[in-house]
């Protein structure tokens, strides 16, 4: 999905500077946080989720849903702030910030979720800070 935001472009002493070790890895290496054990997993309070990398609005809670996959769930990103990749191996299609290219997590179709996309953001509670609403 193409977004009208500026780039944002970091070298990697820049990245480590301002990630925690743990959101460097997961972010920029695409590493993924162990199942079950993110802040974000059964975390249902109203606010916007952004990227902990560049703090680009990404998700709304009203997206969010329990999937019991041991990460946060969302069927649908803000319009134009997420971009989709299969992976090398074509089984699954990883998911970044459009504006940083931080790594999210993966999206899945078609596991029959009751929600209006039939999709689920598989997202790293690390790859994203949430925002409480006013």
């Known amino acids: 999905m193409a977004s009208n935001r500026i780039p944002v472009e970091k070298s990697e002493e820049e990245w480590r500077a301002i990630l925690s070790p743990e959101q460097f890895h997961i972010l920029r290496q695409k590493g993924t946080e162990p199942k079950g054990t993110g802040h974000y997993d059964k975390f249902y309070d109203e606010g916007v989720y952004n990227c902990a990398g560049c703090g680009t609005p990404l998700y709304k809670s009203t997206t969010k849903f329990n999937s019991g996959c041991g990460w946060p769930a969302f069927f649908e990103g803000l319009p134009g702030t997420i971009n989709r990749s299969p992976d090398p191996d074509g089984r699954r ?7 940083c290219g931080g790594h999210l997590g993966h999206v899945f ?4 979720h009751p929600v209006p996309t039939d999709e689920r953001h598989c997202v790293n509670s690390v790859s994203i800070k949430f925002v409480q609403a006013p």
């Open 93 to 99: 299609t990883e998911i970044t910030c459009a504006a």
């Open 109 to 112: 179709k078609g596991e029959g």
